[in-house]
């Protein structure tokens, strides 16, 4: 059994690291412009974009600018976000159930959402939910930065993460169950399902800054995961800060994860799926798979994302809700799978 383990796991290691990132860059560019075409209202790309460049302000040139682009860029963003941060978060708990929501970040960003709707922000800018989510990320990220300077453990921090977490869950709630009004909630749990629908340039200007700090986080953390998968003590003797690697992860993933949760709400298990059926292509490496996983994670969502457009339901499934739909019977089975390697 664990030869034919380790054979299996050479075999996927065999893979040509470049030819797979240009694999999956490719396959995610062509989905961007799959989501660019797919819609709700015909449109002809050609003349669309032949419009978006002679300046004229035709109804094809409105529908690519206004609804199709900052869909299609916010799924590649948010996409790439969860898988890198999955991938990084899984490398530095050595545990493949760890997932981008594991450190609070996420459930402490829809609750700054949550506080922005009803402070009534959200009905003066476009962007007001998007920034309550980012101000509550941000103080999510503040009380794990004061633990891991205080010298928190990996568990400690992961323990913080999940109280944080607990504790904006039942705030929402609260804050739910307190509602005057049912179509309030109705809004906000529609947002709290997570979507890219209705999302402006505006949102991807706010989230992409931010963002690109967790990537080059998370991307440059790499070789540092490669060691601590070794161990933390073979990790200090090849000259790696432990402590330093678990401050940049969670620094990282607060970028990543609550700008994403931000612009787009919770998106679930696209950050824990995509590593699971990625990491045997990268011989098991958690460097190697950070980027991977990014590419990986931007074509489920776009690929779910058009899923949403395509199926014929109204009002229009919610994103949250498809990629649940695909990642719980996948836990399932990983689950099963564990089970028996260990029996």
């Known amino acids: 059994m664990t030869s034919r383990v380790a054979a299996t796991r050479l075999r996927a290691a065999d893979i040509?690291?470049?030819?797979?990132?240009?694999?999956?860059?490719?396959?995610?560019?062509?989905?961007?412009?799959?989501?660019?075409?797919?819609?709700?209202?015909?449109?002809?790309?050609?003349?669309?974009v032949s419009d978006i460049i002679a300046g004229r302000d035709s109804v094809g040139a409105l529908v690519m600018v206004e609804l199709r682009l900052p869909r299609a860029l916010l799924g590649l963003m948010v996409g790439f976000s969860l898988g890198a941060t999955g991938a990084a978060l899984q490398g530095l708990l050595r545990n493949p159930l760890a997932d981008p929501g594991v450190i609070g970040v996420s459930g402490a960003a829809a609750l700054g959402a949550v506080i922005a709707f009803y402070s009534g922000l959200a009905g003066f800018l476009s962007i007001?939910?998007?920034?309550?989510?980012?101000?509550?990320?941000?103080?999510?990220?503040?009380?794990?930065l004061l633990l891991a300077r205080q010298g928190a453990g990996t568990t400690a921090l992961i323990l913080s993460g999940v109280?944080?977490?607990?504790?904006?869950?039942?705030?929402?709630?609260?804050?739910?169950?307190?509602?005057?009004?049912?179509?309030?909630?109705?809004?906000?749990?529609?947002?709290?399902?997570?979507?890219?629908?209705?999302?402006?340039?505006?949102?991807?200007?706010?989230?992409?800054?931010?963002?690109?700090?967790?990537?080059?986080?998370?991307?440059?953390?790499?070789r540092a995961l490669d060691g601590l998968s070794l161990g933390e003590e073979t990790a200090r003797s090849l000259g790696f800060d432990v402590m330093r690697l678990r401050l940049r992860i969670v620094v990282a993933s607060a970028f990543a994860i609550g700008s994403a949760v931000a612009v787009a709400g919770a998106i679930g298990f696209v950050g824990l799926v995509v590593p699971h059926v990625l990491r045997p292509l990268v011989g098991h490496q958690p460097g190697p798979l950070v980027l991977v996983s990014g590419l990986g994670g931007a074509v489920l969502t776009l690929a779910a994302d058009i899923l949403v457009r395509v199926l014929p339901t109204h009002p229009e499934l919610k994103l949250g809700v498809v990629t649940a739909i695909i990642g719980a019977p996948f836990l399932f089975s990983l689950l099963w799978r564990m089970r028996r390697e260990m029996d």
């Open 16 to 48: 040509p690291y470049p030819l797979l990132v240009g694999a999956l860059g490719a396959l995610s560019a062509i989905l961007f412009l799959v989501s660019l075409v797919v819609g709700y209202v015909p449109l002809d790309p050609v003349a669309a």
């Open 128 to 144: 007001g939910l998007a920034l309550g989510g980012l101000a509550g990320a941000g103080l999510a990220t503040a009380l794990l």
């Open 163 to 222: 109280a944080i977490g607990s504790l904006a869950g039942a705030l929402t709630a609260l804050a739910l169950n307190l509602s005057p009004s049912p179509y309030a909630v109705m809004e906000v749990v529609f947002w709290l399902m997570g979507s890219l629908a209705d999302r402006s340039l505006d949102h991807v200007l706010l989230a992409a800054p931010l963002m690109a700090v967790g990537w080059i986080l998370l991307l440059g953390a790499g």
